[in-house]
């Protein structure tokens, strides 16, 4: 045989196909590894989203917590209300009122299958609704709407206790709608492992399947653990700290891990409105006691105001400034800090410096006396806030100040100055180190000046009062920032005590007593200004405002787009009710002021801007009692009209 057509020898196809198989034990092997990796990394992947899912779903409810349900209500529960009432650190139960509906009891049936008689808004309490039953003195108790008979001003509920023993006896004050979540742990089809389980009225849901544990700590404010037992009777609950703890594998603790959040409770609510949603001028703060409340201003980009207190005797008293967070939403009378002016007697007149000015952040205030009246400068502090640090200066007596009723930076930047000594208007020129100068006249007028305020034009308004009649004025300015001659804008029908301009709508609202007694607060749109002509809005009336709040409701519910009011639940303290109102003020979020010097009380509303329309709501107010045995107010929302355009 040929030497070139042998083949390979037995040896080596032995050694050749020993190789091949040990090439392709080693890829097989590769490939059970990268397989095993793959397995491990996508049950990885599937229970920390699992459990990332859930924390996600824990978190969010949690910081739902109170939403609509007000003051008085606690909204976090240590246990899960369904199956135990025992304080545990492995459940947790969370309340809250997402529809806004609510309604007050009128009378309550006087056995379980009687109707209970509630007077409550349209789109409020439904049948088959839960709701949180609220008695007098702040107690919260569950139950269920079996049924309901609507009616014009109330409706008839048939209530189901949800509760047992003694909470369930209790004579419900009003009724909150309730939507209540409970989370709570249970065996899980997992070996080893434990199912974190959503409770909600409509059924109990899985949220992950994979958990070892579930922990929630409760802390106060300073951090401190408050313990589950002492949640409705201990100090407030600030934050709730939730741990779970899962691992990939059962018995093997090195692969265990924890998931750790904290949710901070935010206020949700502390009100509900009794009016239908999308309709605001609402009460949305009140500030009480404040000693004869002089004004109240606020800079243009900052988000604190200031009020100003003449103290008990405006006359003889230092004054006080009140800063106070300017925000939305119903807060109670707090303040962020108080600065004593004890030189200050009487302020009268208040305003800041002009923003772009030399005494930006500085605060002017006038007081005036029988002979003559003094003007004052209060500095900011280092932090640009008002503080006892603050340094205050005193300008000597000006005789145009004698018998000031409001003042106002104009648009160039100078100092005017509305004073019934002689019946007019004066501009004071500051000079670059803040010495007023000699005043100088710019209008008289015949009868009393009353208001003066700088409009959105930039033009000075005043107002001059003859009986119960009144003429607004203006005082324009040239292109050089000179004044002009002023000119009669209109007349109106009513003795105004009051005016203020609003920076948002670029309207005047002008506070004004009427020949019948009563104080209304009506609107100046810009428009109008312009070219007066046509009915003025009435935006509130303290009469109407006393009567209701008062006499409780006398109307019964009607359409939204009849002209009548629609009234709902009364019950506001007296000492909450003005009898008088001595100026309005607006700041620079749009918010409106009312005050009343013989109450001590500055309220706070909200309106609502739709460009269509304008409604409006009152107040009322539930009384309960605090954890401390001190006596609270929670504000509602109780009356709405359609005003016009």
């Given at each position: 045989?040929?030497?070139?057509q042998?083949?390979?020898?037995?040896?080596?196809?032995?050694?050749?196909?020993?190789?091949?198989?040990?090439?392709?034990?080693?890829?097989?092997?590769?490939?059970?590894?990268?397989?095993?990796?793959?397995?491990?990394?996508?049950?990885?992947?599937?229970?920390?989203?699992s459990?990332?899912?859930?924390?996600?779903?824990?978190?969010?409810?949690?910081?739902?917590?109170?939403?609509g349900?007000?003051?008085?209500?606690?909204p976090?529960?240590?246990?899960?209300?369904?199956?135990s009432?025992?304080?545990?650190s492995?459940?947790?139960?969370?309340?809250?009122?997402?529809?806004?509906?609510?309604?007050?009891?009128?009378?309550?049936?006087?056995?379980?299958?009687?109707?209970?008689?509630v007077?409550?808004?349209?789109?409020g309490l439904?049948?088959?609704?839960?709701?949180?039953?609220?008695?007098?003195?702040?107690g919260?108790?569950?139950?269920?709407?079996?049924?309901?008979?609507?009616?014009?001003?109330?409706?008839?509920?048939?209530?189901?206790?949800?509760?047992?023993?003694?909470?369930?006896?209790?004579?419900?004050?009003?009724?909150?709608?309730?939507?209540?979540?409970?989370?709570?742990?249970?065996?899980?089809?997992?070996v080893?492992?434990?199912?974190?389980?959503?409770?909600?009225?409509?059924?109990?849901?899985?949220?992950?399947?994979?958990?070892?544990?579930?922990?929630?700590?409760?802390?106060?404010?300073?951090?401190?653990?408050?313990?589950?037992?002492?949640?409705?009777?201990g100090?407030?609950?600030?934050?709730?700290?939730?741990?779970?703890?899962?691992?990939?594998?059962?018995?093997?603790?090195?692969?265990?891990?924890?998931?750790?959040?904290?949710?901070a409770?935010d206020?949700?609510?502390?009100?509900?409105?009794?009016?239908?949603?999308?309709?605001?001028?609402?009460?949305?703060?009140?500030?009480?006691?404040?000693?004869?409340?002089?004004?109240?201003?606020?800079?243009?980009?900052?988000?604190?105001?200031?009020?100003?207190?003449?103290?008990?005797?405006?006359?003889?008293?230092?004054?006080?400034?009140?800063?106070?967070?300017?925000?939305?939403g119903?807060?109670?009378a707090?303040?962020?800090?108080?600065t004593?002016?004890?030189?200050?007697?009487?302020?009268?007149?208040?305003?800041?410096?002009?923003e772009?000015?030399?005494?930006?952040?500085?605060?002017?205030m006038?007081?005036?006396?029988?002979?003559n009246?003094?003007?004052?400068?209060?500095?900011?502090?280092?932090?640009?806030?008002?503080?006892?640090?603050?340094?205050v200066?005193?300008?000597?007596?000006?005789?145009?100040?004698?018998?000031?009723?409001?003042?106002a930076?104009g648009?160039?930047?100078?100092?005017?100055?509305?004073?019934?000594l002689?019946?007019?208007?004066?501009?004071l020129?500051?000079?670059?180190?803040?010495?007023?100068?000699?005043?100088?006249?710019?209008?008289?007028?015949?009868?009393s000046?009353?208001?003066?305020?700088?409009?959105?034009?930039?033009?000075?308004?005043?107002?001059?009062?003859?009986?119960?009649?009144?003429?607004?004025?203006?005082?324009?300015?040239?292109?050089?920032?000179?004044?002009?001659?002023?000119?009669?804008?209109?007349?109106?029908?009513?003795?105004?005590?009051?005016?203020?301009?609003?920076?948002?709508?670029?309207?005047?609202?002008?506070?004004?007593?009427?020949?019948?007694?009563?104080?209304?607060?009506?609107?100046?749109?810009?428009?109008?200004?312009?070219?007066?002509?046509?009915?003025?809005?009435?935006?509130?009336?303290?009469?109407?405002?006393?009567?209701?709040?008062?006499?409780?409701?006398?109307?019964?519910?009607?359409?939204?787009?009849?002209v009548?009011?629609?009234?709902?639940?009364?019950?506001?303290?007296?000492?909450?009710?003005?009898?008088t109102?001595?100026?309005?003020?607006?700041d620079?979020?749009?918010?409106?002021?009312?005050?009343?010097?013989?109450?001590?009380?500055?309220?706070?509303?909200?309106?609502?801007?739709?460009?269509?329309?304008?409604?409006?709501?009152?107040?009322?107010?539930v009384?309960t009692?605090?954890?401390?045995?001190?006596?609270?107010?929670?504000?509602?929302a109780?009356?709405?009209?359609?005003?016009?355009?």
């Amino acid at each position: 045989m040929d030497k070139q057509q042998r083949g390979f020898s037995l040896i080596e196809v032995l050694i050749s196909v020993t190789i091949t198989l040990f090439v392709m034990a080693m890829v097989f092997s590769i490939t059970l590894t990268i397989r095993s990796v793959l397995e491990r990394e996508s049950r990885v992947a599937e229970v920390s989203s699992s459990v990332a899912r859930a924390m996600d779903d824990v978190t969010l409810e949690i910081s739902r917590a109170g939403y609509g349900l007000g003051e008085g209500v606690t909204p976090i529960l240590p246990y899960h209300a369904g199956t135990s009432t025992a304080p545990s650190s492995k459940a947790i139960s969370i309340w809250s009122n997402p529809r806004g509906a609510s309604g007050v009891v009128l009378s309550e049936g006087a056995s379980d299958d009687a109707l209970t008689r509630v007077r409550a808004p349209k789109a409020g309490l439904e049948a088959g609704d839960r709701v949180v039953a609220i008695d007098a003195a702040g107690g919260a108790a569950r139950a269920e709407v079996t049924a309901l008979r609507p009616g014009i001003e109330t409706n008839d509920l048939e209530l189901r206790s949800l509760e047992n023993g003694a909470d369930s006896e209790r004579a419900a004050d009003r009724l909150l709608a309730l939507s209540e979540v409970s989370y709570s742990l249970a065996s899980s089809a997992v070996v080893g492992k434990q199912a974190l389980v959503k409770h909600t009225v409509q059924g109990a849901r899985v949220l992950t399947p994979w958990l070892d544990d579930v922990r929630f700590d409760y802390l106060d404010a300073a951090g401190g653990t408050i313990a589950p037992t002492m949640l409705e009777r201990g100090p407030p609950l600030a934050m709730v700290k939730v741990t779970m703890r899962y691992s990939l594998e059962a018995g093997k603790r090195q692969n265990i891990k924890t998931l750790t959040t904290a949710v901070a409770l935010d206020r949700q609510s502390t009100s509900v409105d009794f009016a239908e949603p999308g309709y605001g001028f609402r009460l949305a703060r009140y500030f009480h006691p404040i000693e004869s409340p002089a004004a109240v201003v606020m800079r243009s980009h900052l988000d604190w105001g200031v009020i100003v207190s003449a103290g008990a005797n405006r006359f003889q008293d230092p004054s006080y400034l009140y800063s106070f967070p300017a925000t939305r939403g119903f807060l109670e009378a707090r303040v962020d800090s108080l600065t004593p002016l004890d030189d200050v007697r009487g302020p009268v007149a208040v305003s800041f410096g002009p923003e772009r000015g030399r005494f930006a952040g500085s605060l002017w205030m006038a007081t005036s006396n029988l002979r003559n009246g003094s003007l004052y400068r209060v500095h900011p502090d280092g932090f640009g806030a008002f503080s006892p640090e603050s340094p205050v200066d005193r300008f000597n007596p000006v005789d145009a100040l004698s018998g000031v009723v409001g003042m106002a930076f104009g648009a160039d930047e100078a100092l005017y100055i509305a004073s019934n000594l002689n019946r007019a208007v004066y501009r004071l020129v500051i000079d670059a180190d803040g010495t007023p100068a000699t005043p100088e006249t710019v209008a008289s007028v015949r009868s009393s000046i009353q208001a003066i305020v700088v409009g959105s034009d930039g033009a000075v308004y005043f107002v001059e009062n003859e009986g119960f009649e009144s003429k607004l004025w203006r005082i324009g300015f040239t292109s050089t920032l000179a004044p002009l001659e002023p000119l009669t804008v209109t007349k109106l029908s009513g003795r105004v005590t009051g005016l203020a301009g609003d920076s948002l709508s670029g309207a005047l609202f002008a506070l004004m007593e009427e020949r019948m007694g009563d104080t209304v607060v009506v609107e100046l749109p810009s428009w109008w200004l312009r070219s007066p002509g046509g009915t003025l809005t009435e935006l509130f009336s303290l009469a109407k405002f006393r009567q209701e709040t008062l006499d409780g409701p006398v109307q019964a519910e009607l359409d939204v787009d009849d002209v009548s009011p629609i009234v709902f639940a009364i019950r506001l303290p007296v000492h909450l009710i003005p009898k008088t109102l001595d100026f309005v003020a607006f700041d620079s979020l749009g918010l409106m002021y009312l005050a009343s010097r013989d109450s001590d009380l500055v309220l706070q509303f909200d309106l609502d801007r739709r460009d269509d329309e304008r409604n409006a709501v009152g107040v009322a107010a539930v009384t309960t009692t605090g954890p401390d045995g001190t006596r609270q107010v929670v504000l509602n929302a109780w009356k709405k009209r359609r005003l016009g355009t």
